[in-house]
């Protein structure tokens, strides 16, 4: 993301934190949006073990994906509930005492074909510091008072604009700015208004049952010095203007049943990404005048699939869909190296100078240390035996563990 407008996000997602004595993390891969501890932040220990990682509490919790946020004093959960409810969940962020819990009815069955990856819970909530926004399985998104869990208000979009229920559940996690939110629900990359939930515009509609319902979350960043929401719908990558919509540029992207499932990782005026069935592909924009466009620079048939990249001294770091673990040089355009070795379905990263500290799916953390010249790891330890799908969240010396029924708060020593 560029550095203007990830200093400008995180200052105003932090801006009205219940406290900010400690770091944050407010929303979908972190402060910036892209997995990154900022730049003032102490390096990690050297070397992950079990004896400098430390269990401060844990807490059970109902099944889901979502990835915790940790606003102020507080660390929030969202969870499916006996196949039926979904529920918003408070805890003290020091002792893991709960603080609240609202629920809504909001549960859905998805696919067959998709049911080993579960029916509960896949959007991670935003926080502003004063509100959590919530996206539920069947396109509800809802706003809640970050104090009391009170609704403020609730957005259904198949209720009210009879819009297609997402065959797979809402899978897109909100992005906020000062007055709104940016967010892939009701068959659309919608504006929506912080304060009372109606949506400002809405662009790239897409009302296909299969297709319409998009993946990918978005990101904002400034690409050839204009301001912009950078999307994947299952089908393209889009440039849009984020005062009224419209389309700046857009490009299909390859994937296999549009399995267009990553963040959009932003590099200057490029933007990368890969998918499942498509490969791996870098786009440059170009600046016209008014006008710009989007065009391919490189393509490879290394294939991500769920895993967003880390970008580490201009150098990407992604999990594949092959399980292994993969350099790629963008400018060089080649994949530096691959690991021989194969680890779980999924990772979720976060980067602390060149140091990346993964979490795999199968319940491991890593810790990586990041090189041109091949894989080097620093440590492994286990941290749950259940599935470790949701997001990895570090505040500081704080790492957060959500794994399919539970939540675990550790402290680096």
């Known amino acids: 993301m560029n550095p203007l407008i990830s200093t400008v996000l995180a200052t105003t997602l932090m801006a009205s934190s219940v406290?900010?004595?400690?770091?944050?993390?407010?929303?979908?891969?972190?402060?910036?949006?892209?997995?990154?501890i900022h730049k003032s932040a102490k390096a990690w220990p050297s070397k992950l073990t079990e004896g400098n990682l430390k269990k401060k509490w844990a807490v059970d919790l109902a099944e889901g994906y979502s990835s915790p946020v940790v606003a102020g004093n507080r660390v929030i959960t969202v969870e499916t509930k006996s196949k039926k409810n979904e529920i918003v969940r408070a805890f003290d962020r020091d002792s893991g005492k709960q603080?609240?819990?609202?629920?809504?009815?909001?549960?859905?069955?998805?696919?067959?074909?998709?049911?080993?990856?579960?029916?509960?819970?896949?959007?991670?909530?935003?926080?502003?510091?004063?509100?959590?926004?919530?996206?539920?399985?069947?396109?509800?998104?809802v706003a809640l008072d970050l104090t009391s869990g009170k609704e403020k208000w609730r957005a259904d979009f198949p209720k009210t604009e009879k819009t297609t229920k997402p065959q797979f559940g809402f899978a897109c996690s909100p992005l906020l700015d000062k007055d709104s939110i940016y967010v892939q629900i009701g068959s659309a990359l919608r504006k929506i208004r912080k304060d009372n939930g109606e949506t400002m515009?809405?662009?790239?509609?897409?009302?296909?049952?299969?297709?319409?319902?998009?993946?990918?979350s978005p990101v904002r960043a400034r690409i050839g010095k204009r301001d912009q929401i950078v999307v994947q719908t299952r089908m393209e990558l889009a440039?849009?203007?984020?005062?009224?919509?419209?389309?700046?540029?857009?490009?299909?992207?390859?994937?296999?049943?549009?399995?267009?499932?990553?963040?959009?990782t932003v590099i200057?005026?490029?933007?990368?990404?890969?998918?499942?069935?498509?490969?791996?592909?870098?786009?440059?924009?170009?600046?016209?005048g008014n006008k710009q466009d989007i065009s391919s620079l490189w393509q490879h048939k290394v294939e991500g699939?769920?895993?967003?990249?880390?970008?580490?001294?201009?150098?990407?770091?992604?999990?594949?869909?092959?399980?292994?673990?993969h350099c790629i040089d963008p400018v060089k355009k080649e994949v530096l190296w691959s690991t021989g070795e194969?680890?779980?379905?999924?990772?979720?990263?976060?980067?602390?100078?060149?140091?990346?500290?993964?979490?795999?799916?199968?319940?491991?953390?890593?810790?990586?240390?990041?090189?041109?010249?091949?894989?080097?790891?620093?440590?492994?330890?286990?941290?749950?035996?259940?599935?470790?799908?949701?997001?990895?969240v570090v505040?500081?010396?704080?790492?957060?563990?959500?794994?399919?029924?539970?939540?675990?708060?550790?402290?680096?020593?």
């Open 19 to 36: 406290y900010s004595a400690r770091p944050d993390w407010l929303q979908w891969r972190g402060p910036t949006r892209d997995s990154k």
């Open 99 to 141: 603080l609240w819990e609202t629920s809504w009815a909001g549960s859905m069955k998805v696919p067959f074909f998709a049911a080993k990856n579960g029916s509960w819970v896949r959007s991670s909530p935003a926080s502003d510091g004063k509100h959590i926004y919530v996206g539920g399985m069947v396109d509800v998104l």
């Open 201 to 216: 515009w809405k662009s790239l509609a897409d009302e296909r049952a299969m297709f319409g319902s998009a993946f990918s």
């Open 239 to 264: 440039g849009i203007a984020p005062h009224d919509g419209k389309v700046i540029w857009k490009t299909p992207v390859k994937a296999f049943r549009g399995m267009n499932i990553l963040t959009p």
């Open 268 to 288: 200057d005026d490029k933007v990368f990404t890969s998918t499942y069935g498509g490969g791996t592909f870098w786009y440059g924009v170009e600046t016209k």
């Open 305 to 325: 699939y769920m895993s967003s990249p880390v970008v580490v001294d201009g150098l990407i770091y992604m999990h594949g869909r092959d399980k292994r673990f």
């Open 342 to 392: 194969v680890f779980g379905d999924y990772w979720s990263m976060v980067a602390n100078g060149n140091q990346i500290l993964a979490l795999d799916s199968r319940g491991y953390l890593l810790l990586i240390n990041a090189s041109p010249e091949g894989f080097k790891p620093a440590g492994k330890i286990e941290v749950s035996g259940r599935a470790t799908w949701a997001h990895l």
């Open 395 to 413: 505040c500081g010396n704080e790492v957060y563990i959500r794994d399919l029924k539970g939540l675990t708060a550790y402290s680096w020593k």
